[in-house]
């Protein structure tokens, strides 16, 4: 059987599990998806082993394995990775951090990939609420948050709070429209100013001549 050593790193397996977590990061970037699975798959046992089950590195991993099941429409396996991932944020973070609100996000897109709209509400709407308050109501990661509800409400048929949003989300928008198309807007050429006519200059007075010596 494989066994680690304080960096992860499994005999037999080359590089260390944080190496092979990057290098699976570097392919999946690239949509070499097959390639990343078994890097990723590695990074996941030889971290847990080398930290234990509930390490933030095997928070991380899984939510790689997350992104590439999700990537590669398997769906319910990126529903455990993320699920797994969040539960594991939760528990070292609490349940407000941003950290957890990005799980939360994610798990709920997969849920509605998975056409389960009950169960992704309650995740988008945490996600919302924990960016919300650390970001501020005009944050992307808020018209992210927003964008993903409106879709969920929708599949809901909640055409009331659907239409509320939609209204945020069009002043969000026009909002950052405006100040992108201000940021771009060259400013106003000053106008020329008028050269002012130069003074006139006195010409030199002329030396006063010199008094004449009195005779001895």
Do not use: N
Not at 154 to 166: F, H, I, N, P, Q
Request: a negative charge; hydrophobic letters at 40%.
């Amino acid at each position: 059987e494989d066994l680690p050593d304080r960096r992860g790193q499994l005999v037999g397996v080359p590089g260390t599990a944080e190496t092979q977590d990057a290098l699976g990061s570097l392919l999946y970037g690239q949509s070499r998806y097959a390639e990343a699975r078994p890097l990723f798959q590695s990074a996941l046992k030889g971290r847990i082993r080398a930290f234990g089950e509930d390490h933030a590195l095997v928070s991380e991993t899984l939510g790689h394995l997350g992104d590439l099941d999700m990537a590669t429409g398997q769906f319910g396996e990126a529903k455990t990775s993320y699920g797994r991932a969040l539960a594991l944020d939760e528990k070292r973070l609490g349940t407000k951090d941003l950290g957890v609100g990005s799980r939360c996000f994610h798990l709920g897109k997969c849920l509605m990939a998975m056409k389960l709209p009950k169960d992704a509400e309650p995740l988008l709407t945490r996600a919302l609420a924990i960016d919300e308050k650390a970001f501020g109501v005009d944050h992307p990661a808020v018209t992210r948050d927003l964008d993903a509800l409106l879709e969920t409400y929708a599949t809901l048929g909640k055409t009331e709070t659907m239409e509320s949003l939609r209204t945020r989300l069009k002043a969000m928008h026009d909002q950052a429209a405006a100040a992108w198309a201000a940021e771009m807007t060259p400013p106003e050429p000053k106008p020329a100013s008028t050269p002012q006519p130069a003074e006139p200059v006195e010409p030199p007075k002329p030396p006063k001549p010199a008094e004449p010596l009195l005779a001895v």
